[in-house]
């Protein structure tokens, strides 16, 4: 099988020198992607330039992107070539599209002539104390993986915080529904740790407890193998 794995925290640009990201580390990326090296499967790793790697293997790929464009670029023609994606990369929500200084932003008429703005500094000037910083919402890339390859074996995750498990399995078998994934991992931030990791892996046959990364990797291959 061509497994496709993406993983860490995809990051948008302010200006040249400033940029606003997530805190993911690649870590379960990372796990799952050397399990399936180690069962004999042939991997390419979407990742970001700050995330975990996996021990180099012959029959691994490692591709780097830094932010949504560059993801969505690299990953269509991916997702046409392989038979599974399993998609673990924190992508961002929101795209920095202009910033200015608060006083600027208070003096104006129409706050909506913000938003056809764009910043064309090359480092936004840091004299003010205050800035105001407008955001545009991203694609949400997972939409387009069934588009691109229809056959390709999904599996999605789900991130919530500090939630009650029905909030959490309920937002994710919408996911499922949503992005018509085959599979969604849900999890909360606040059962994971370095040494744990609770999850649900949702399907439309069931539900799958794990409480490792190493639980929730292998749970993935098995699912991943009985449906290829």
Aim: aromatic residues 6%; glycine residues 4%.
């Amino acid at each position: 099988m061509r497994i496709l794995i993406t993983s860490g925290g995809t990051s948008e640009k302010i200006d040249n020198v400033r940029s606003i990201t997530n805190h993911a580390t690649g870590t379960l990326g990372k796990v799952i992607a050397e399990d399936f090296l180690n069962k004999g499967e042939t991997v390419t790793l979407v990742t970001t330039k700050s995330s975990v790697k996996p021990t180099p293997h012959p029959h691994l790929h490692i591709v780097e992107v830094s932010d949504v464009n560059n993801l969505i670029e690299t990953l269509e023609p991916l997702v046409k070539t392989h038979d599974v994606l399993i998609h673990s990369m924190a992508v961002s929500d929101y795209t920095p599209t202009f910033m200015t200084d608060f006083d600027t932003v208070k003096k104006a008429d129409q706050l909506e002539l913000f938003l056809e703005q764009k910043n064309t500094e090359t480092k936004i000037s840091s004299s003010s104390d205050y800035q105001v910083l407008f955001l545009k919402k991203t694609p949400k890339v997972i939409h387009f993986i069934k588009e691109w390859n229809p056959s390709i074996i999904l599996v999605g995750f789900k991130l919530l915080v500090a939630v009650s498990k029905d909030d959490l399995l309920e937002t994710a078998r919408k996911s499922l529904t949503t992005n018509q994934a085959d599979y969604i991992i849900a999890n909360d931030l606040t059962e994971i740790s370095t040494d744990a990791h609770h999850a649900y892996l949702v399907s439309e046959s069931g539900l799958e407890e794990a409480y490792t990364k190493q639980d929730i990797s292998r749970l993935i291959y098995e699912r991943v193998i009985k449906d290829a």
